[in-house]
């Protein structure tokens, strides 16, 4: 639309426009010109902010004290002694967690785990007794483990229990032991023990791979296998005994996936560490592995403990498995009726 | 009873592993074990400081709190001694010492430990001082004859001071006090601009 300029509405128009517009510019100006002071500090100032900063910090702490604080977190320096156990560092850390990890919750605590499982399978026999043959056994047996597996069985049971005998001597006999047999009696022992723990272990392993290879294929999880937990194994209640294949679910993954494979060769590697200082593993592998050797043979131990009894007077009839490798067709047939229709069809 | 200390002046100590070589030569420490060592910080580096160190002695003793056969006493000197008829070479107290002072002479082909040794303050062992079991196994028993530890003794620029641990306190704060230089309370540059 043309506007004539001498048109006095169109001027009034226009300076409307115009105190509009200025009050606008005034308040957008009132608003963002206080701010330009931050983009002046953050364009001019920011580079040397950072060195100016830098010596304030360090006005604030102490050089000589932070020196020291170093040394404290162990802060390596040179030494010219050498040897297998000199450390060119003042003061190592890990030795006081080490200490109150090692006397605190693995030593004190933890082996409680194992006095419950003793207690726990104890009350269970004279509540509930052995589980008891459902059928009186007819004469036929079949064959559950061949000879040689129960060699390698036998092998590795006799050396886990010299292990586990001495091992815990070690660990608890300061507080068991030395109270009742005296500080001389018991360091005759007990250097006896390590040397027995430190020789066996190595003899052990080899048994413990030999296990994990042969038995690996009866040990595979199945739909079944879940069906059992479910029931609790039939040891609890009134439950029927549900379905088992040659190992039961609880065998499985409580003997053989948790305490051999896992727990096994966490105590195999952690042992090896711990036998040959000479190899030269570092003090700090040495202390996580002195605490993961013994948390896991104490899993170890507690879960061996309910397979012997279980393997033992736990269950009527079991035994037999491991002592002549046959076991009574009713027996098997109860405990484990998949694997004796699978050995049936045979 | 006294309560026996070591103390490293670590503005004193020169690196001269005098200590060192008095000890070895003075208890017959087998090779590869070192009772005392001196660790130098920053080593070629200005303000490089060297510390002699041994067993230094605790009093809440980490040693002897993992010890699976409790071989460790402590003296009424204050003194962490062991008693190597005991021990068994298991090496928690080398896991478990801030100061690394536990030592292992090897023993086998398979690497196994020996019986543990460390500093003894110069104060023997367990055995009858001075006996030649006590010399074997721990060295000399120079408290026993009142004598102070032989590291101690032999430093040459008196960095490393061994004794009471009252008097060695007062020796070094009135080095503290008369060390001349520049100030060396922190902040003072600060203070007063140079």
Redesign the interface.
């Known amino acids: 639309m043309a506007t004539n300029p001498k048109d006095p509405r169109a001027r009034q128009r226009r300076r409307k426009r115009i105190a509009l517009w200025s009050l606008v510019a005034i308040l957008a100006g009132a608003l963002l010109l206080p701010l330009g002071g931050y983009l002046y500090v953050n364009s001019v100032e920011a580079a040397p902010a950072q060195p100016a900063g830098a010596a304030a910090a360090e006005?604030q702490s102490?050089?000589?004290?932070n020196?020291w604080r170093a040394?404290r977190e162990g802060?390596e320096?040179?030494?010219?002694?050498?040897?297998?156990?000199?450390?060119?560092?003042?003061?190592?850390?890990?030795?006081?967690n080490?200490?109150q990890v090692?006397?605190g919750p693995v030593a004190a605590v933890l082996p409680w785990v194992m006095a419950a499982m003793i207690l726990g399978l104890g009350m269970y026999y004279v509540l509930h007794g052995p589980v008891k043959l459902s059928s009186p056994p007819s004469g036929r047996s079949v064959e559950r483990w061949t000879f040689n597996e129960r060699v390698l069985h036998w092998y590795t049971a006799v050396l886990f229990i010299l292990l586990a005998i001495t091992g815990l001597s070690?660990?608890l006999?300061?507080a068991l032991m030395?109270p009742w047999m005296g500080?001389?009696a018991?360091?005759a022992y007990?250097?006896i023990a390590?040397a027995i723990h430190?020789?066996l272990g190595p003899l052990f392993i080899v048994g413990l791979i030999l296990e994990i290879a042969f038995w690996v294929r009866y040990a595979i999880p199945k739909q079944v296998d879940w069906e059992w937990f479910k029931a609790g194994g039939g040891y609890f209640g009134g439950h029927a005994h549900p379905s088992a294949e040659k190992l039961n679910a609880g065998e499985k993954i409580f003997v053989f996936w948790l305490a051999t494979v896992v727990m096994g060769i966490a105590v195999s590697i952690t042992g090896i560490v711990?036998?040959?200082?000479?190899?030269g593993f570092s003090?700090q592998t040495?202390?996580i592995s002195?605490i993961v050797h013994g948390v896991a043979a104490i899993i170890y131990v507690t879960i061996i403990l309910m397979h012997m009894y279980l393997g033992s007077i736990g269950v009527n009839g079991a035994l037999d498995a491991m002592t002549t490798g046959r076991v009574s067709a009713e027996w098997a047939k109860q405990h484990h009726d998949l694997w004796y229709q699978e050995v049936g069809r045979k | 009873m006294a309560r026996m200390k070591f103390l490293c002046d670590a503005e004193r100590c020169i690196e001269c592993n005098g200590c060192v070589t008095a000890c070895k030569n003075e208890h017959e420490v087998p090779w590869g074990v070192n009772r005392r060592r001196v660790v130098t910080l920053d080593d070629g580096v200005p303000g490089e400081k060297s510390i002699s160190v041994a067993c230094m002695h605790c009093t809440d003793a980490p040693c002897a709190a993992v010890c699976p056969v409790d071989c460790f006493y402590t003296t009424p000197d204050g003194i962490v001694l062991h008693n190597k008829d005991l021990c068994i070479g298991c090496g928690y107290c080398f896991y478990a010492c801030p100061f690394g002072a536990p030592q292992y002479p090897q023993q086998s082909a398979f690497g196994v430990r020996g019986k543990m040794d460390k500093c003894t303050f110069c104060a023997g062992g367990p055995d009858a001082d001075g006996s030649a079991e006590e010399i074997k196994k721990y060295g000399r028993n120079r408290i026993a004859e009142g004598k102070l530890p032989l590291c101690a003794e032999m430093c040459a620029t008196k960095a490393l001071i061994a004794g009471d641990g009252d008097v060695v306190a007062d020796i070094y704060r009135k080095r503290v006090l008369k060390r001349g230089g520049r100030p060396q309370t922190w902040g003072w540059e600060t203070a007063y601009k140079g």
């Open positions: 006005q102490n050089p000589r004290a020196y040394v802060y320096g040179y030494t010219a002694a050498s040897g297998p156990y000199t450390t060119n560092v003042l003061i190592q850390n890990g030795g006081q080490w200490r090692r006397n070690l660990m006999g300061r030395i500080l001389n018991f360091g007990a250097g390590i430190n020789y711990l036998d040959f200082p000479n190899l003090i040495m202390q002195s």
